[in-house]
């Protein structure tokens, strides 16, 4: 994930994931309290992904750190962003 943490003041506009592993997978962003926040599908063959860091309302998210779940034909893959604003 870059970049983190995500820092709008300081020109963030975009969060992009990237690795072998995304295409074709579900992408789930939680706050650490297990809310979710949004879901994103990632088209199949992309290695790199990017995101407004908005919610399913297109909203901005709030200040904090945030959980995010992959899943793919490949496994479950997990990790962690902030926001800062």
């Known amino acids: 994930v870059n970049p983190n943490p995500f820092v709008p003041a300081r020109g963030d506009d975009r969060i992009t994931f990237f690795g072998g592993s995304l295409g074709g997978g579900q992408l789930n962003i939680y706050t650490v309290s297990g809310q979710r926040v949004t879901t994103l599908y990632v ?20 200040s904090g750190v945030y959980i995010w779940r992959l899943k793919t034909r490949e496994g479950t893959f997990y990790g962690k962003f902030a926001v800062i604003r």
């Open 43 to 62: 088209p199949p063959e992309e290695i790199r992904f990017s995101w407004d860091v908005k919610n399913e309302k297109g909203e901005p998210l709030a």
